[in-house]
């Protein structure tokens, strides 16, 4: 089947067409779930957060205007349902961020210096054991944390667009992303000098 | 000169580019005497870069989404 121009496609959804819909999820449904599983990290997961995604978007077609791209439509509300999985899905308990945040002197400076991480235990690591590790310790975040580090590291989301989907101000965004920022380094350091856990 | 707690306030304005030609010079110049502050920079750019990265899909991801996933999202919608 040839997949029907953006218009079309938008008018047979909104008329209820069955062939329309599984149109749709053909030719969005790759580039959703490569999103969740950036998101979530875990597949299954991701598929859930997909599956809600396109029933939202079959329900909610009537709101899509055209303003935006449908790819832009559908990547937003991937991701409003992958960030709602991953609230409901939390396999360990948040850290707690304040005492992962650098420390310092009264006067202000460091109290202890750092391990550069290009020793043999990183460099040497594997590529997937890196990216697992990095996941598990951004899954260490509290949420509030987590969702910005997603949605702006991960997701490369601006800063704009990041308080939109959260619905908080410019400067709340960037203080959690540096505080988020600072605490997954520190989860990084003390992983790679051998602790395990969060 | 600027403590290494002020250059930690300065830090996510400096890498997104948004200091002052003042402020940026004051930071750049701590970082030139602060061994610390250097190694503790250099972490916490490699920590970008790894984020990034490990959320990245793996290269053996197919594009196409997976026929089961496509009948379960089917079957979900007829059944709403």
Redesign the interface.
């Known amino acids: 089947m040839n997949a029907p121009s953006e218009a079309i496609l938008v008018e047979q959804l909104r008329a209820g067409s069955d062939e329309a819909f599984e149109s749709l999820v053909r030719e969005h449904g790759g580039v959703m779930l490569a999103t969740a599983r950036r998101v979530l990290g875990q597949d299954a997961d991701a598929q859930d957060a997909v599956q809600d995604a396109f029933v939202q978007a079959f329900r909610k077609i009537d709101t899509f205007h055209g303003e935006s791209k449908l790819r832009t439509w559908l990547h937003r509300i991937t991701v409003n349902a992958s960030l709602m999985k991953l609230r409901s899905s939390r396999s360990r308990p948040a850290v707690s961020i304040d005492e992962l945040l650098p420390q310092f002197l009264e006067d202000g400076h460091r109290t202890v210096g750092e391990k550069r991480w290009s020793d043999p235990g990183l460099v040497a690591a594997e590529r997937s054991e890196t990216r697992a590790i990095v996941r598990e310790m951004i899954d260490c975040l509290p949420d509030d944390y987590r969702e910005v580090v997603l949605l702006r590291d991960v997701e490369q989301l601006d800063t704009k667009e990041t308080a939109d989907f959260l619905g908080v101000g410019l400067a709340v965004v960037k203080t959690r992303l540096h505080r988020a920022r600072q605490a997954l380094r520190t989860l990084l350091a003390r992983r790679f000098a051998g602790v395990t856990g969060c | 000169m600027l403590?290494?707690?002020?250059l930690?306030e300065f830090?996510?304005?400096y890498l997104a580019r948004d200091l002052s030609l003042a402020q940026r010079a004051s930071f750049e110049l701590h970082l030139t005497v602060?061994?610390?502050?250097r190694?503790?920079l250099?972490?916490?750019k490699?920590?970008?870069d790894?984020?990034?990265?490990?959320?990245?899909?793996?290269d053996d991801?197919?594009?196409?989404?997976?026929e089961d996933?496509?009948q379960?999202?089917?079957n979900?919608?007829r059944s709403?």
């Open positions: 403590t290494c707690r002020e930690f830090l996510h304005d602060c061994k610390h502050c190694e503790y250099a972490t916490y490699k920590t970008i790894l984020t990034c990265a490990a959320c990245e899909p793996d991801v197919p594009e196409d989404v997976p996933l496509v379960a999202i089917l979900a919608r709403k």
